[in-house]
């Protein structure tokens, strides 16, 4: 980093990217803030410069206290460590170190205290909730949410009928010609936990997954406005069930508020969707089965007179972005529910349904809302 980089940073300001510090003088305040940075998307500590972006500088005996204590810090007080690099420069004949964090690749982090510490804008907090910090390990890959057993929901509630059906299109067999006991093939196939559905099984096979599941549906709503601040509407559901029904619900309804185009088509024909019905099926899919199941809320689906939204919970997943999906790269934050979705909707799992869903349909939009941890895809409907 150069003088002038350096300037332009101060004159900005604080954010979750940037923090100003005078100086530090416990090894516990600056290993948390490494571990803020590393469990968010790394950063830059600052030291030097008061909060407000005043310059004070640092003595050479500053400089070589401060390297042993970060030092000392990300070696013995991050767990696990982590590898700052630190820069000296100078900025109006005054020394500012600059000690780079970078995106931590083993989360979640945390202090000597077994403290959790995550960027909250320009400051940082601890993560106290379960679901936050069961979100830190699963962008390590440690756990998954769709594996993770759903309590009061055992193999008793599980539709065999669905179940048997789905077994047909996946191993080419009938149910009945099984070896494995039931019990058995459903822990194989990790659905099944300690005698409890995991949420891949309550969410593909149980018959009423939402009795205890009830935040994982999609609210829908039509609206013959184009935001949603009037608390008039056309239509509004809660859509249940299976990920199977309410993947067919969630089309069904978005399709019965779109203009149809007749086209070449005879006169009696339903017509076609003015937005194909390929490109809305890829973008629903992904919202049911790429969304952050560890947070308790609804996937929304709005059609508005200009545009229709659906918005998926949970930003993109580790360093993926809005330019990396449209080229074809994805990650499977839910592995089961991806395994299977293939055999109970229109889903193929080779990272490439965004693409097809543009090729479709150009006039896709899409929002990566970090601050807010969601996902929105606005589909521009042309007059």
């Known amino acids: ?128 909730s379960i679901e936050e910090i069961q979100r830190l390990f699963q962008k390590s890959g440690l756990i998954h949410a769709d594996e993770m057993t759903v309590s009061g929901l055992t193999g008793a509630d599980l539709d065999f009928d669905y179940f048997k059906n789905f077994f047909f299109k996946h191993f080419g067999k009938p149910f009945e010609e099984e070896t494995l006991p039931v019990q058995k093939l459903l822990e194989n196939m990790n659905l099944l936990k300690d005698d409890m559905l995991t949420l891949a099984g309550a969410l593909l096979f149980a018959n009423q997954p939402q009795f205890k599941l009830p935040a994982f549906i999609v609210k829908a709503g039509a609206f013959n406005y184009t935001d949603i601040s009037t608390s008039e509407y056309q239509d509004s559901r809660n859509i249940e069930g299976k990920l199977g029904d309410i993947f067919n619900k969630t089309i069904s ?74 080229a074809g790269n994805s990650n499977t934050r839910n592995p089961v529910l991806a395994s299977f979705a293939n055999y109970l909707l229109p889903y193929r799992g080779y990272g490439s349904g965004i693409i097809r869903a543009l090729s479709k349909y150009p006039e896709i939009d899409f929002a990566d809302d970090r601050e807010n941890n969601q996902f929105k895809v606005t589909f521009r409907r042309i007059e």
């Open 253 to 326: 309804f978005v399709l019965g508020h779109l203009r149809h185009v007749q086209g070449e088509q005879g006169f009696n024909s339903i017509g076609i969707p003015e937005i194909p019905l390929e490109a809305l099926e890829e973008i629903v899919t992904n919202a049911l089965i790429h969304r952050d199941y560890f947070i308790s809320s609804p996937v929304r689906v709005f059609v508005f007179r200009d545009r229709v939204e659906i918005i998926s919970p949970g930003h993109l997943p580790n360093n993926l972005t809005i330019e990396n999906i449209k």
């Open 1 to 128: 980093m150069n003088n002038s980089e350096l300037i332009d940073i101060i004159r900005r300001g604080e954010d979750s990217k940037h923090q100003f510090k005078r100086i530090f003088t416990n090894i516990d305040a600056i290993a948390a803030e490494m571990v803020a940075f590393s469990n968010t998307s790394g950063g830059l500590i600052i030291i030097g410069i008061n909060d407000n972006g005043t310059l004070e500088g640092l003595s050479a005996d500053d400089i070589q206290k401060l390297n042993n204590l970060i030092s000392n810090a990300a070696s013995q007080n991050v767990i696990p460590a982590i590898n700052p690099l630190t820069q000296n420069v100078s900025v109006d004949d005054k020394l500012v170190m600059v000690v780079e964090i970078p995106n931590g690749i083993n989360k979640p982090y945390q202090d000597k205290n077994g403290v959790f510490w995550v960027k909250s804008g320009a400051d940082k907090r601890k993560a106290t």
